[in-house]
């Protein structure tokens, strides 16, 4: 009994292992030392998802780069045309009252706001969160209703990876050898959109989480209910998700709430959970339904008072 405890759980260890510490002074060199790493560097940012696994022993890297004084990486800057661009190591508190984002992002400001604690936000980063590629990661589902793009610095330069193709399973992300994440560029939000982010966690604050749902909507004539809607999902399939076909029910009849509700019957039809430390996959679906019923009629709600 004793014997099959200490197999199943896992005895952190109180400090960390021992690491070089490298400051590459280029994109370039960065890139060189990642790839003649053979897989033994990692970058950080904020390192509150490195530390804490190397802490408990689940990555042992030997060289940890450290690549946020490179130039754009903390900087954040706006313009009507081109949108948001958010660099890899701007921390989540920063970024969540940056003017820019209160103003037209709002539903990204509140994504950053349900990450952890005031604390946490002040190393956290939104580029560490989807590097990170954890399927609860809750920035991703607001990434992924804004249409963010990933710019990668690689050996060949500059590559830029739309958020719909980032996320390749849990942990897994379309980063290849050499690469690292420069900068998120998010368009403009469309005109008059409003969204939502609303996750479930096992405390009200403070936890990851056990369904996460963003919701934009925003006025589209030619639409037979009068708006286009995107829709995504956090914790409930190897990697966060959009769900087209809630989206295109609510493009497709005037918005009662039997439209809502079959949107997100749709939802849960698409959720693919797995039961977990934090829940049962039953409760997830169930809570994917409740959830984007909410956002979702908090938005028509929100956009038929603007
Ligand atoms: C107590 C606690 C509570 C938490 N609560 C939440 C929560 O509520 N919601 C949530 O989503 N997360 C939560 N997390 C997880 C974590 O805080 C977030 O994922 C955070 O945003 C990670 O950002 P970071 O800057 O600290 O990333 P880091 O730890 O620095 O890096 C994360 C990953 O990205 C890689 N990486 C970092 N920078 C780059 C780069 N430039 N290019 C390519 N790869 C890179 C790293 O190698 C690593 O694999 C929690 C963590 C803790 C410890």
Redesign the pocket.
């Known amino acids: 009994m004793l014997e099959a405890t200490k197999q199943t759980f896992h005895t952190p260890t109180p400090v960390l292992p021992s690491f070089d510490y490298i400051k590459p002074a280029t994109p370039q060199e960065a890139t060189r030392l990642l790839l003649k790493s053979d897989g033994q560097a990692?970058?950080?940012?904020?390192?509150?998802?490195?530390?804490?696994r190397m802490r408990d022993g689940f990555i042992t890297p030997k060289i940890l780069i450290d690549?946020k004084h490179l130039p754009g990486m903390t900087q954040v800057e706006f313009g009507k045309r081109k949108g948001l661009i958010v660099g890899?190591?701007v921390d989540?508190n920063s970024l969540a009252r940056h003017p820019a984002v209160v103003e037209h992002y709002p539903l990204l400001a509140e994504a950053l706001h349900?990450?952890?604690?005031y604390q946490?936000r002040t190393?956290?980063?939104?580029?560490?969160?989807l590097?990170?590629a954890?399927p609860?990661?809750?920035?991703a589902p607001a990434a992924l209703v804004l249409e963010a793009m990933m710019v990668l610095h690689g050996r060949r330069g500059e590559r830029c990876v739309p958020i719909s193709e980032f996320f390749l399973g849990p942990g897994k992300s379309a980063?290849k050898p050499g690469?690292?994440?420069?900068r998120i560029e998010i368009p403009p939000a469309p005109k008059g959109s409003m969204g939502r982010y609303i996750k479930l966690?096992r405390n009200a604050i403070?936890?990851?989480?056990i369904v996460g749902v963003a919701v934009l909507g925003y006025p589209a004539k030619k639409s037979k209910s009068g708006y286009c809607f995107r829709i995504a999902l956090a914790s409930v399939a190897p990697a966060p998700i959009r769900v087209p076909e809630a989206e295109a029910i609510l493009a497709g009849a005037p918005l009662t709430p039997d439209v809502v509700g079959a949107a997100a019957t749709a939802a849960m039809e698409t959720a693919r959970p797995i039961d977990d430390v934090r829940s049962s996959a039953a409760y997830r679906k169930a809570m994917v339904k409740n959830l984007t019923r909410r956002a979702v009629q908090s938005v028509v709600d929100n956009l038929r008072n603007a």
């Open positions: 990692r970058l950080f940012m904020g390192g509150t998802d490195v530390f804490v690549v890899a190591a989540m349900s990450v952890a604690s946490l190393r956290a980063t939104m580029g560490g969160n590097c990170n954890s609860a990661a809750d920035t980063i690469e690292f994440l420069l966690g403070g936890d990851l989480s």
